[in-house]
């Protein structure tokens, strides 16, 4: 358990953009590198938006009004470093703590809230679980959970629009249990061959489920990866939102111009526990969180925006409140709107749903009719 980590200094260089404790960037590193003030503070925006919103959903988890909540928390500035980097018309294919960037990328707060309900106002219409997002109007695909299955689709996407001859890239995120899949290596491995336009981004917080990074693989990095696939590979502070972007960027600018694909892997870890399923604290001691609490990403760069004069307590607290009072409404809005009509039920896989599943919703309405549906769903599972 207490095994080095993978990328800790010393084992493996990490790319670096900011202090340790935020209050500027590492010696050497050029002002005029720094992005612009609208881009620093749409990033933050971003950031503390997932933050405000995994720890809502994670309420009302707690509360039996959402089923299931897999947050980000610790995160942030991995996810939405990187994001930030992609045009309205790249593609992002994500796994389970992504959602966020679907958030920056344009989907509204009141249609994420209605995804983690599923309810009427869901897009996906209540069939995915909770925390798999979905918004075509922003190009970002849903996860289907087999870990590791969205690497490929980023990878077809990305060669279809090559085929095409579209600009547009692709950007795969993936965690780092997800890297011992099946689909990390024929995603790595074809995009490398044929040159895709796509970015892998390796999100490595530490744990999948309860197994280490340090277990994963005897790979000295994430980043080391790349070369054995011909891609180029990188390792990050994925702590540090100015390296995660820096490194994103140019990722991105590679694919864009017909360079290839690449990997970086984002160093991080994340503070809470798996799902709202889980108990992190029967495989990882208090002592590691609280090390990483004091290296949360969030108040790093909060640090770095209040000495660069862009962002003061009283801006911080102003932008919360909006952001608080915006997805309250959500959920308002959310737990207004009822379930899915059980009719849906059979849309969208047939274009003329078969005799059998018509005659099941037929009878399923007719039950529901007659004994309102609690009554239905026991009459079904006597207790
Ligand atoms: C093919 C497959 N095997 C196992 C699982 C169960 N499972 C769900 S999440 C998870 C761990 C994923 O870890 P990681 O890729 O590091 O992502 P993280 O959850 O840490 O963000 C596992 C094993 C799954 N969903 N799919």
Sequence with gaps: ???????????????????????????GFEEARIPSAETLLAI???????????????KLQRQGRVGFV????????????????FEPNDWVFSALREGGAAVQRGMPITEYVAHMFGNEEDTAKGRQMPNH?????????????????QLPHAVGVAMAMKHRGEKAITCAYIGDGGTSSNGFHSALNFAGVHKAPVVFVVIDNGWAISV???SQTASRSYGAKGPAYGIPGEDVDGNDVLACLAATKAAARKAREGEGPSLICLRTYRMGGHSSSDDPTRYRSAEEVLHWEARDPLTRFENFLDAQGLLGVKEREACAAE??????QAVTNAEAVGPPALE???????????????????EALRVVAEQGEAEAVEGRFPL
Excluded at 133 to 149: A, H, K, L, M
């Design 44 to 58: 933050h925006r971003a950031m503390l938006t997932t933050r405000l919103l995994d720890d809502r959903m994670l």
């Design 133 to 149: 997002p979905q918004c075509r109007e922003v190009n970002y695909v849903s996860w289907s959970s087999v870990i590791g299955t």
């Design 344 to 362: 849906t039920l059979v849309e969208d896989v047939w274009a003329d749903p078969p005799l059998h599943l018509r005659r099941q919703v037929v």
């Design 212 to 214: 280490p990074s340090s």
């Design 1 to 27: 358990m207490n095994k080095i980590r993978l990328g800790d200094p010393g084992t493996f260089p990490l790319r670096k953009v900011l202090r340790e404790d935020g209050f500027g960037c590492i010696e």
């Design 70 to 85: 897999g947050t980000a928390t610790g995160l942030e500035a991995a996810i939405h470093g990187s994001a930030a980097v």
């Design 323 to 328: 952001i608080t009072a915006e997805i309250g």
